[in-house]
């Protein structure tokens, strides 16, 4: 009799354990199939970000430059500042019921970065940062290349990272909501020249002080946009009749590249706003010299920010277009 409990008692305490086995085998094949649709769901939503992400790029980067003029045509002159050109752009779009965010920015409208590194080296790219007020939201990290030098030929920079500590902020996510700002005035790409055509009045302090006394900074940054408002209203008269919208578009200094460096060096020739604006000064030679070589009036380099935001996640990539010929774009892409 005892014997026989005993086998019964054993029957169960087996029977207890396949079951507590198969339930544990079975969550563990449930956790399985739920990581793989997470997965998926994943492998989707980033697949729709991607295409969504370049359907902008496409739609924004390639139009960039008549985007930025369509803005300039489209505002009011009665405020003679108004005249100058846009530097940026806000935009809101909308992709398969998702909002994105989008800032377009002439880079050659900025101070560049590399260029003042040519020049005064790492002090002298932190001061700017410095002045600019750069450092109230990201910490500055100098990193520039090993064979960057003041004597040295190639840029310091060609990333943020080179520049600001990056992790520094409470999450890598939240690091371009701080970036963004920081980064108005400041660029690490484009030909290294700044576009007076379109430039703030700080940034065009800030270049032409190597060159000129406070007074003539003073007379330039104050006569630019009335002269460049004449500028316009005069080649707009000089074009025919039949022409004149389209001639009038044509006023402002171009943001194409040109075919090769041949045409890019035949048009330097030509008259352009930017001659005309400095003889309008009367500097001296020594000073047009080097006006001329910090200035230009040409923009060949873009960038784009895009945010995306949805109830899951928020997401931010920036984008760098340089023109390297016609319809030749070279991109680089940063994402967060």
């Known amino acids: 009799m005892s014997r026989r409990r005993k086998r019964k008692g054993f029957v169960l305490l087996f029977a207890v354990a396949l079951i507590a086995l ?11 199939s739920l990581l793989q649709a997470s997965a998926a769901l994943r492998a989707e ?4 970000q991607r295409w969504e992400t370049l359907s902008c790029k496409r739609a924004v980067l390639a139009r960039a430059p008549e985007l930025l003029d369509s803005l300039d045509r489209g505002k009011a002159s009665d405020d003679p ?3 100058l050109p ?10 398969n019921d998702t909002e994105y965010e989008l800032v377009l920015a002439d880079e ?12 005064g080296g790492r002090e002298a790219v932190d001061a700017l940062l410095r002045r600019l007020h750069a450092r109230d939201e990201m910490v500055v990290f100098l990193r520039p290349y090993r064979y960057a030098s003041p004597a040295a030929d190639g840029p310091a920079f060609d990333s943020w990272g080179q520049i600001f500590d990056l992790t520094a902020s409470a999450s890598l996510s939240s690091a371009p909501t701080a970036l963004r700002p920081s980064t108005t005035a400041v660029t690490c790409w484009g030909a290294g020249t700044l576009n007076l055509a379109c430039a703030p009045d700080t940034a065009v302090a800030e270049v032409a002080k190597q060159a000129l006394s406070s007074p ?9 946009p009335a002269f460049l408002r004449a500028w316009k209203q005069r080649k707009q008269n000089e074009a025919p009749g039949s022409e004149a919208p389209e001639a009038a578009r044509n006023t402002r200094p171009t943001r194409r590249s040109e075919t090769n460096s041949k045409e890019a060096a035949a048009r330097r020739e030509q008259p352009s706003w930017l001659n005309d604006f400095l003889d309008s000064l009367a500097l001296r030679d020594t000073e ?11 923009s060949d380099c873009y960038s ?13 990539s920036l984008c760098i277009a340089s023109w390297t010929g016609p319809n030749q774009i070279e991109l680089r892409d940063f994402l967060w």
Request: aromatic share 2%.
């Open 45 to 48: 939503e980033d697949l729709k």
């Open 86 to 95: 846009p530097s940026s752009i806000a935009l809101v779009a909308r992709l």
């Open 288 to 298: 047009r010299k080097v006006l001329e070589r910090i200035f230009s009036d040409r």
């Open 108 to 119: 050659e409208a900025k101070i560049s970065l590399n260029t003042v590194h040519s020049v």
């Open 81 to 83: 500042a108004t005249d």
């Open 22 to 32: 198969a339930a544990v085998a079975l969550a563990g094949v449930a956790r399985h």
């Open 304 to 316: 784009l920010w895009i945010m995306r935001r949805t109830e899951k996640r928020s997401t931010c």
């Open 216 to 224: 003539t900074i003073h007379r330039l940054i104050q006569n630019r």
